[in-house]
């Protein structure tokens, strides 16, 4: 993978790196990576991924890797400027696909829907169409869950996306699933892009609600889904924002300390200045 893909400012919040960009930039950055023909991995970072990664080693080095980091998490946003850089603007995995699909219509290009559930890609694929009727290079393949890391099931999916070489492979199984198998597979694979879009085809295909854009804008969507699926979420937003909140007071407080001692240090060498200047 080439590592100078992507030349934005990267910082780390709670230890996984997210990338100092807009969305006109990252649509811009992926156009140009087809049109160069560079592979690039395209992760979309949130609360969920940052308390995944603290306890699955393998997702947090698969981070380190990653060319693209597009933060899909209004706390991520708020808090970033605690890390060095306050970013811009929060990227939503589903706005960037949508995004995306009036791109690919307008250029021409090509879109493939791997996710785990044959009638959720039908209707994604199908209201993709009605909207960007131009949108006519577009494929999609299911494979359930416990099959995802299965070497010969995957080599069977991988064969036919590589029948149909699009320029954007989608992957809906949500974290860390669908990032490790893009992974383990982007360099067996006949396209150019690979992005991890977690609920994004369940929108696409209208089966589930999406926050209203103020609940979005407040950073409330997580209990909005909440709320629509409490015994399949309850864990994943109750325990996980509060593991969440610990890891980012710790860091604060590691932050603090480090400025802390750097004002110390500034302020013995101003005094050292002070008595060489009286001797």
């Known amino acids: 993978m080439d590592k100078q893909i992507v030349k934005f400012i990267r910082i780390k919040i709670c230890d996984l ?11 811009e950055v992926i156009v140009n990576n087809i049109q160069s023909k560079r592979k690039t991995i395209i992760f979309t970072p949130n609360v969920d991924h ?8 393998e997702f947090k080095e698969i981070y380190s890797h990653v060319d693209l980091s597009l933060v899909d998490g209004m706390p991520l946003v708020w808090i970033s400027g605690i890390y060095g850089k306050k ?19 307008e250029k021409n290009l090509s879109l493939f829907l791997l996710g785990p559930k044959e009638e959720i890609l039908k209707l994604a694929v199908g209201n993709i169409k009605k909207t960007y009727p131009g ?36 992957l809906g199984f949500g974290p860390p699933h669908q990032e490790k198998w893009i992974y383990r597979y982007y360099n067996f694979l006949d ?4 992005i991890g879009v977690g609920s994004t085809f369940d929108f696409l295909s209208k089966k589930k609600k999406r926050a209203p854009i103020w609940m979005q804008n407040l950073g409330l969507e997580w209990l909005f889904r909440l709320i629509q ?16 909140l610990f890891l980012l007071l710790k ?7 480090k400025n802390l ?8 060498k101003l005094l050292s200045m002070k008595f060489r200047k009286k001797g």
Request: charged share 25%; proline share 5%; net charge positive.
């Open 17 to 27: 790196p997210v990338d100092y960009i807009t969305m006109d930039e990252a649509v």
């Open 251 to 257: 860091d604060a407080l590691i932050i603090f300390i």
């Open 191 to 194: 396209a150019y892009i690979f």
């Open 50 to 57: 940052i308390v995944k990664a603290k306890f699955d080693r």
């Open 229 to 244: 699926e409490p015994r399949r979420l309850w864990k994943r937003y109750i325990i996980g924002n509060t593991i969440f």
């Open 135 to 170: 949108l006519d290079k577009i494929g999609y393949r299911s494979i359930p869950f416990e099959n995802l890391f299965n070497y010969e099931e995957s080599l069977k999916v991988i064969n036919e996306i590589n029948k149909f070489k699009p320029d954007i492979l989608l």
């Open 87 to 105: 970013l811009p603007e929060r990227i939503n995995g589903t706005n960037l696909i949508i995004r995306l699909c009036k791109t690919i219509q």
């Open 261 to 268: 001692n750097i004002l110390n240090l500034q302020r013995c």
